[in-house]
Structures are given as structure tokens and as C-alpha cells.
């Protein structure tokens, strides 16, 4: 498969260039010749709008497992280079033997933890949503997804957002995220395409979702940026559950019949 280009380095605003730079140097200098790729994506490298330098999505593909020590020290770099530039890491380490295969693969060193969103992140790289921070392309390592496989992620993203409905969690990123990625869900499932950011799905569902969603698409827009009223806020309470539920209507859930969800504990 051809590499679709990546997103320069350069474009990228100067705190997350800066941390993601520095991190990048202290895993060679910790890895060395078990460092294969290393890959920032997200909201950061959004090519739709201002980007936003606060939490760096992060991907790194390693050779051999990581032991503690190493772990350790990749944990402390990453605190002292987060704080220093004031962001926040949502950094994965994985094993290049299971980034080859179209399985959710489990974190390099905490076994507890897998990547349910898999599918969806290997098509925001290999449609070229990325930044090529060190070691090979994305198309040179992982699988392109197919339909069914990002059609479990995209429930598994749902299933995220109900599970804080249902917990009654209001608070405003909360809200604003599920509004913004429960209209990538619905894009998603018309269009046949995930790789689109959270901003620019906002503006999608202006464009093609009824008219009753749009103050609450547009709220959330403002507090992505950072430009929330005390009324946005309040709109965004209220409309998180009807909003999710809206998405849940047009994406049915892969259980079948009653089964309870899997953040359920049931």
C-alpha cells in the first residue's frame, strides 16, 4: 500500500511541536534500535481549523516488549515534558507483531489495557490524518480496517458516551465531546468514512442533521475552542442525552435484543 503524505511536523502549534519533539528524542535515547514508529494524531494535527496543542494523541510502535525500568523512565519523561508545556499525554505503546494485525492489541506494558479503537485509528492514519514523527509510515505497518471492524469501534465509542448519560455526568468536556464525536458517529455511519476530526464533524452535522441539534452543535463548537458562555454550558447539560440517544437511533447497538451494555457490569 502507498503512503498517503502526512501532516508536517511544522504545522503544528509550538507547544505540542515542542513536547512531542522531546519525547520523541527520549524514547530513542530509552529504546534505541526497539523504536519503530512513532506517529501523533487527533485533535492536534486536525487539518480542519485552528489546531489545539492541550492533549496529544501519541502512538508508538516498539520492537521488543518494554521492561519496567524502561516503562518507568518513559513515564517520567512523559510527566516532566507535559507539564513543562502544559499538556496532557493519551500516549499507546504497542508491540509491532500486533500492530500488523487487525486485533485490538493490548498496551505494551499494562496488560490490562487494550485498544478498543483500533479500527478507527488505523483509518485517520492511512487516510493521512497523522504526523510522521519518527520510523516508518503507518501504511507500512498496520491493516487497513474493514466496515465491520469500525463498526464495533464506533459502538464501543457510543457505548462511552451512554455509559456517562447514564451516570449522569454533565460536566462540559464530557458534554462537548459526546455532542462532537456522536456527530463523526452519525457521519460516519452515512458516508461510510471515520476520518474526520471532532471539529469538523460538528460543522457536518450542522450541514445534515436536523435543525433541533444545531444550538447544541454549535455550543459545543464554541467550548471545543474554548469560547463557552454560561448558557452554552447549560444547553450542553441538557442536550448531551437526547443528542446520544439520537446518535444510538441511527446506529443500532451489535447486542441483540435486551442484553445490557458492556460498561453496564451486568
Known amino acids: 500500500m502507498s503512503a498517503t503524505p502526512s501532516i508536517p511536523l511544522a504545522q503544528l502549534p509550538e507547544p505540542a511541536r515542542i513536547a512531542w519533539t522531546g519525547l520523541r528524542n527520549e524514547l530513542e535515547a530509552i529504546l534505541g534500535e526497539d523504536l519503530v514508529a512513532m506517529w501523533a494524531f487527533g485533535g492536534t494535527v486536525a487539518v480542519e481549523g485552528p489546531p489545539r ?5 501519541t502512538y508508538v510502535i516498539v520492537r521488543r516488549p518494554i521492561d519496567e525500568p524502561k516503562a518507568e523512565a518513559i513515564e517520567g519523561v512523559q510527566a516532566i515534558i507535559g507539564e513543562h508545556m502544559g499538556v496532557e499525554w493519551d500516549a499507546w505503546y504497542i ?4 500492530a500488523r494485525r487487525p486485533d485490538s492489541p493490548r498496551h505494551a506494558w499494562r496488560e490490562d489495557r487494550r485498544d478498543t479503537s483500533w479500527a478507527v485509528n488505523r483509518a485517520h492514519w492511512l487516510a493521512g490524518r497523522y504526523v510522521l514523527l519518527y520510523g516508518r509510515e503507518p501504511a507500512e505497518i498496520v491493516p487497513p480496517p474493514a466496515w465491520a471492524e469500525l463498526e464495533i469501534d464506533l459502538d464501543r465509542e457510543l457505548e462511552h458516551l451512554e455509559a456517562h448519560v447514564a451516570e449522569g455526568d454533565t460536566d462540559p468536556y464530557e458534554a462537548t465531546y459526546a455532542i462532537l464525536n456522536g456527530s463523526r458517529i452519525v457521519r460516519a455511519i ?3 468514512d471515520v476520518a ?3 471539529r469538523a464533524a460538528g460543522l457536518w452535522g450542522l450541514d445534515h442533521l436536523p435543525g433541533r441539534w444545531h444550538p447544541a452543535l454549535r455550543a459545543a463548537g464554541r467550548a471545543y475552542d474554548g469560547q463557552a458562555s454560561p448558557e452554552d454550558i447549560d444547553l450542553l447539560a441538557s442536550e448531551m442525552a437526547p443528542f446520544v440517544a439520537m446518535v444510538r437511533e441511527r446506529l443500532p447497538a451489535s447486542r441483540s435484543g435486551d442484553a445490557q451494555p458492556r460498561w453496564s457490569g451486568s
Do not use: Q, R
Open 190 to 192: 452515512e458516508t461510510g
Open 196 to 198: 474526520i476530526s471532532k
Open 53 to 57: 496543542s492541550a492533549d496529544l494523541d
Open 95 to 98: 508491540l509491532e507483531d500486533d
